[in-house]
């Protein structure tokens, strides 16, 4: 971030953004590379091409999945952008950034929270894990059926903290 304040002084600089926060990301991953080795001692090999297929056949219902998930996430601001003018997709961003930090950030809190214990749950009692999950399915729904009526009627001074007072019509 300092490098980006230092090299970046006017908008004819907004492509050396990327390429800043791009080296900055390498030079992270190449300090805990080098800590990995150093520090623990672990060892780097060239996989065979042979293991490369195997984990590329092994992993592939994992790839299609996360990445079917992502294009579903992430197409919907990009068609809006598409077929609507800047404004109305900036609106339509707004709006559903303020829906997933509503509804999506309880319900992950609470499975990444969780997720350890119902692991360990699992393998001792499956069917009392089910019952878990039914009863963190209730509670989640129950949340929602809260917060989805407060987030419809606070929508508006929620957007003007969020988007600011210059855009009354958010």
Request: include cysteine; hydrophobic fraction near 50%.
């Amino acid at each position: 971030v300092p490098f980006i304040f230092l090299f970046v002084r006017t908008e004819e600089n907004f492509l050396r953004v990327p390429v800043i926060n791009a080296l900055g990301s390498a030079a992270v991953g190449a300090v805990a590379l080098a800590i990995a080795y150093l520090r623990f001692g672990l060892h780097f090999y060239l996989p065979s091409w042979k293991q490369i297929k195997l984990q590329l056949k092994d992993g592939w219902h994992v790839f299609v999945s996360q990445l079917a998930t992502s294009g579903f996430n992430d197409t919907r601001t990009f068609a809006m952008g598409l077929f609507t003018t800047n404004q109305a997709t900036g609106y339509f961003a707004v709006a559903e950034r303020m829906t997933t930090l509503v509804l999506l950030f309880p319900k992950a809190l609470l499975l990444q929270a969780a997720y350890p214990r119902l692991s360990m749950l699992h393998s001792r009692d499956p069917e009392g894990v089910q019952k878990l999950i039914k009863r963190f399915q209730k509670i989640t729904t129950g949340s929602y059926l809260v917060t989805v009526p407060l987030l419809f009627l606070f929508a508006s001074p929620v957007a003007k903290l969020v988007c600011g007072s210059p855009y009354p019509e958010v």
